[in-house]
């Protein structure tokens, strides 16, 4: 078993900045994809950011430039930060690790941005 723990979330004044983490712990070994979704009020949940074991990072175009994702191996822990926070970046963000050759697909229980002023 694989548990993820998120955190890191709050409320935030349009143009601020968090920094999200997502540790996992448990059965892990392997090679393994770590990322990040989101799903705002009403709508289906999208792949924000995702990175693989040997550093590859891809982006959803709403957030190039304003979140970066990283990942510390050691720690099995995947980290997103974010800048320029917008109202639309609100959404419950879930952390995502999956292993492709164990066919093991594990999801965290979300945390929650809120950006207002």
């Known amino acids: 078993q694989v548990q993820l723990v998120e955190s890191g979330g709050g409320l935030v004044q349009p143009g601020g900045s968090l920094r999200l983490s997502c540790a996992a712990s448990?059965?892990?070994?392997?090679?393994?994809?770590m990322r990040w979704h989101r799903q705002a009020p009403g709508k289906q949940r999208e792949l924000v950011a995702g990175?693989?074991?040997?550093?590859?990072?891809n982006y959803a175009d709403s957030v190039k430039g304003r979140f970066t994702i990283s990942r510390d191996n050691a720690k099995n822990t995947v980290y997103l930060q974010i800048n320029s926070l917008k109202p639309e970046d609100t959404a419950v963000y879930y952390c995502?690790?999956?292993?492709?050759?164990?066919?093991?697909?594990?999801w965290g229980k979300g945390i929650l941005i809120t950006v207002s002023s």
């Open positions: 995502n690790v999956q292993f492709p050759v164990r066919a093991l697909d594990v």
């Open positions: 448990g059965s892990i070994f392997g090679l393994f994809y």
């Open positions: 990175i693989s074991w040997d550093g590859n990072t």
